[in-house]
């Protein structure tokens, strides 16, 4: 009798560790703020999953006087200009205009594998608007400035014009999920359910 209770607590366990290890997302992300300097005649033209920004600098001197004339920044940093633009895979998101409680006007948003981010104002009343990531089920608020363009990829970096500063600005989302994944609980439940088979044939050997 005291062996089948045991089995059974055993594989109580194991089961509800199966049905209900659900991941939990973070609250919010934390993010690293990076300034690309200023956007006169700098025009944003894309950003892939690994947070590489290209700016289009509309015939810039600094490309010999190309037509065309493109600046690549990674982590921030400018590593030079070309007259074509790099092969990257773009992934800028797609324009959305996320749902903030009443009172809020949004400027500008973004969306990206389930992630959103705009800029706009908290209420009407005020002089300048912010940007937000979020709602996750409320934004959150990331940095002053913003009103123009604003761009997300997939892994949550954000690039935005912020027209009242005149500067093109990053932010790098640094989170990372510490939550075990879905396949370690269920190695686990698994685990505990071999655990018990095993305690089983000992017990049952040991009562002979």
Same mark, same amino acid.
């Given at each position: ?8 607590? #055993? ?14 997302? !973070? ?9 690309? =300097?200023?956007? !006169? ?10 947070? %590489? ?19 690549? #920044? ?5 590593? =030079? #200009? ?12 797609? @324009?959305?205009? @996320?749902?903030? !409680? ?9 969306? /990206? /594998? ?9 209420? !009407?009343g005020e002089g300048f608007p912010d940007v937000f990531t979020g709602p996750d089920p409320v934004a959150d608020f990331l940095a002053k400035g913003g009103g123009s363009s604003i761009f997300m990829n997939n892994q949550g970096d954000i690039v935005w014009d912020d027209i009242y500063s005149e500067n093109f600005f990053e932010a790098i989302d640094?989170? %990372?999920?510490?939550?075990?994944? @879905?396949?370690? #609980? ?11 088979? %095993? ?10």
């Amino acid at each position: 009798m005291k062996i089948a209770k045991l089995l059974r607590s #055993f594989a109580m366990i194991a089961i509800a560790v199966m049905l209900f290890a659900t991941p939990l997302s !973070a609250s919010a992300d934390t993010y690293q703020i990076l300034n690309l =300097g200023n956007d !006169a005649a700098r025009f944003f033209y894309g950003l892939d999953d690994s947070g %590489t920004v290209v700016l289009d600098l509309n015939a810039s001197l600094l490309c010999g006087g190309s037509a065309n004339c493109y600046q690549t #920044f990674v982590g921030g940093l400018s590593t =030079g #200009f070309s007259s074509t633009a790099p092969a990257l895979a773009y992934d800028n998101g797609t @324009p959305c205009t @996320p749902g903030f !409680a009443a009172g809020w006007v949004v400027l500008q948003g973004v969306c /990206n /594998n389930g992630r959103e981010a705009s800029t706009g104002y908290l209420s !009407a009343g005020e002089g300048f608007p912010d940007v937000f990531t979020g709602p996750d089920p409320v934004a959150d608020f990331l940095a002053k400035g913003g009103g123009s363009s604003i761009f997300m990829n997939n892994q949550g970096d954000i690039v935005w014009d912020d027209i009242y500063s005149e500067n093109f600005f990053e932010a790098i989302d640094l989170t %990372t999920d510490q939550v075990p994944e @879905p396949s370690g #609980f269920l190695l686990l439940g698994t685990g505990l359910i071999a655990g018990a088979g %095993t305690m089983r044939r000992r017990l049952l050997q040991s009562s002979k």
